[in-house]
């Protein structure tokens, strides 16, 4: 079958990776892609938001399932379109991506379905906002409702802080995404993720994973999309699988699917492991980045016959077999990223440190005749697989330190908390 991947970070150079592998697939295609894609698929000239652009080029080449990397076509509604318009989508309908698209829309599903979460209060505006406040304790968190690009969550240290990030939503700091707050109780523990792939009925695990989601050593700087990820993640023992399983999960797609709305594709949970257990922080609607360049190396089933399984609510009758390694990735970002940054910089010897064993998923990069060149922040993740965390950091590093790239820099201590964990 024909298939068309949408998206151009290490996600989807990931998913290309993989679905490459599928004895299911005739041609692949992806828009817009990258340099890295480019060597796996013919790469389309079409953005993610260009939705008649889209559905045009899948009648025109006969695509016949679409699959949906970044959360924003989700959101907007791509998949109910395609499937409108007969052609097979991998990935959730709009209004049950509102798991990723609204907080104050998972919240009150949480506490429909009795979902371990932060207690909370949705507001429309900032004068009741500010009396709530009474009634938490500090600190405490202020998340502006919609989608803002993982930046509109702070968490207030003071009151004034508070009510200062409270006005800043209101005043439009967040755009649309801030026409609604949710202000919630600040969990204490530490985070993980875990990935489900769902049918609207049933959820198969997809594995465990930490991000490392600020920009400097030691968890230090400002936020960034995620620089460096590891698979599984060792403090996701057993018991957290199985308590988020069905505690978390499980209740969530039943109450999706009682509301006329069964999920479908990738549920993504940031967890929170406080002292009563796994408790939600939020949803994501697809995969991770970069957690799915941890996912993708571990997974020795087709994903592309689990991805159809998942659309067609037939997953029970699957089962996914998983390499024993662990891998971790590391991001290389553009120097000033997350802030601003020079383009077009040269990049050499990625091949090098694929010598070495490692998986180079590309992000930010763009060919100009044989030269790559860095067009993102976020620009390269150097993966690698090894029995154990701390095996496979320095393996990952080893690689990293092959690349010649003078304008890029990468974290230094990825995977740290298991390696921690590993030195007991
Ligand atoms: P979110 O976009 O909702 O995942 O939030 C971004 C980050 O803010 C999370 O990864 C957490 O580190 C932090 N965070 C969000 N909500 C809470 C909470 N209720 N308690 C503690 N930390 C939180
Ligand atoms: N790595 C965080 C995310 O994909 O949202």
């Excluded at 998206?7 to 892609?33: D, F, I, M, N, V």
């Excluded at 993102?376 to 790239?405: C, F, M, P």
Aim: aromatic share 6%.
């Amino acid at each position: 079958m024909n298939i068309l991947l949408l998206g151009s970070g290490g996600r989807e150079h990931a998913l290309a990776w993989k679905l490459a592998q599928s004895p299911k697939l005739s041609k692949l295609y992806c828009a817009p892609g990258n340099a890295g894609i480019e060597q796996l698929a013919e790469c389309i000239d079409l953005q993610v938001t260009d939705h008649s652009g889209i559905l045009k080029f899948c009648k025109a080449n006969d695509i016949s399932y679409v699959i949906i990397g970044p959360e924003g076509p989700l959101v907007d509604g791509l998949a109910d379109e395609l499937e409108d318009a007969g052609i097979g989508a991998f990935g959730p309908s709009a209004y049950a991506s509102q798991l990723e698209g609204s907080k104050g829309f998972t919240k009150d599903l949480c506490a429909e379905f009795n979902i371990p979460t932060a207690a909370y209060k949705r507001f429309t505006e900032a004068t009741s906002a500010k009396a709530f406040l009474d009634e938490m304790s500090i600190p405490v968190v202020i998340k502006a409702d919609g989608l803002a690009a993982g930046k509109g969550v702070i968490i207030a240290e003071t009151r004034k802080q508070a009510e200062q990030a409270i006005d800043d939503c209101f005043a439009g700091s967040f755009g649309e995404a801030g026409h609604e707050v949710v202000i919630e109780a600040f969990l204490e523990g530490e985070e993980a993720s875990l990935f489900a792939l769902c049918d609207g009925q049933s959820a198969m695990l997809l594995g465990t994973a930490q991000d490392h989601k600020r920009v400097g050593d030691g968890d230090t700087g400002p936020n960034t999309g995620g620089m460096g990820a590891y698979s599984p993640a060792p403090v996701m023992t057993q018991e957290m699988i199985d308590r988020t399983m069905s505690d978390i999960i499980v209740p969530t797609l039943a109450g999706m699917h009682s509301r006329g709305h069964p999920f479908k594709g990738i549920l993504y949970a940031g967890l929170m492991l406080t002292e009563k257990g796994p408790e939600l922080i939020e949803y994501n609607v697809r995969f991770g980045d970069p957690e799915c360049q941890v996912l993708m190396p571990r997974l020795k089933s087709d994903l592309l016959e689990l991805m159809l399984a998942a659309s067609e609510g037939s997953l029970l009758e699957h089962d996914a077999q998983w390499s024993d390694d662990v891998a971790l990735t590391v991001v290389l970002a553009s120097k000033g990223y997350p802030g601003s940054y020079d383009k077009n910089t040269n990049i050499e010897n990625v091949e090098s440190a694929e010598e070495t064993g490692a998986i180079v998923f590309h992000a930010g990069t763009a060919k100009d005749d044989d030269k790559l060149l860095a067009t993102g922040g976020r620009v390269l993740n150097v993966t690698a697989l090894a029995s154990s965390v701390s095996e496979a950091q320095t393996s990952a590093y080893h690689a990293v330190d092959k690349i010649d790239w003078a304008n890029g820099f990468c974290r230094r201590d990825i995977g740290w908390r298991a390696v921690e964990r590993e030195k007991g």
